[in-house]
């Protein structure tokens, strides 16, 4: 019996969490059922801060982004909404899911202490990691891959991303919810 997971990405303007704006995050629930629900929530910043690096990752233009963003308090605001509706506060701490998740729950948490918030307890420190997943797979002559980026996994299994939503935290998102439950075959 699966229990829904709340798969998560990130869109940042660079790699460090402690710097750079995190921009936009995604959060997919479901089982293996299929998803439940999602939502995107991009985050306006005043001022933003990002690298060259970062924006050529996601080719997000600051000026539609800005435009179509929240502020903090609000993106905040509207997360905890979803995740009230998903993962009722008086259950246990909710589990984050993703490919390299430990870089969205870096990036989460500091945007959440930025705001006076704490991360956990609403967030568990454990995590569950499509990488992780894949390496052990692939360790155990289960997956004939030596790449485990997330395009040569989604590639591997036939997830089709389109090119419009790629790189996008909804879209990498609702990709990697699939590539799970893809992952967990493997293992049966």
Not at 10 to 18: A, I, K, S
Not at 164 to 184: I, M, N, P, Q, S
């Amino acid at each position: 019996m699966s229990q829904s997971l709340l798969f998560i990405d990130t869109e940042t303007g660079g790699l460090d969490p402690r710097k750079h704006s995190l921009l936009s995050v995604a959060l997919v629930v479901g089982d293996a059922g299929g998803v439940a629900n999602s939502l995107e929530i991009l985050i306006r910043h005043e001022p933003y801060v990002v690298s060259a690096g970062g924006m050529k990752v996601n080719r997000i233009d600051l000026v539609k982004h800005t435009a179509a963003a929240l502020e903090p308090d609000m993106a905040l605001g509207v997360m905890n909404v979803f995740l009230d509706q998903h993962f009722p506060h008086l259950c246990k701490p909710i589990t984050l899911a993703g490919h390299n998740v430990g870089f969205d729950q870096a990036f989460l948490g500091a945007f959440v202490e930025g705001l006076g918030h704490k991360l956990e307890p609403r967030f568990s420190h454990r995590v569950v990691d499509t990488h992780s997943l894949a390496a052990a797979l692939r360790d155990a002559g289960k997956l004939p891959l030596e790449n485990l980026g997330s395009s040569a996994l989604f590639d591997h299994f036939g997830i089709e991303v389109p090119e419009d939503k790629r790189h996008t935290a909804l879209g990498d998102a609702l990709a990697t919810f699939e590539l799970y439950w893809k992952l967990v075959g493997l293992m049966r």
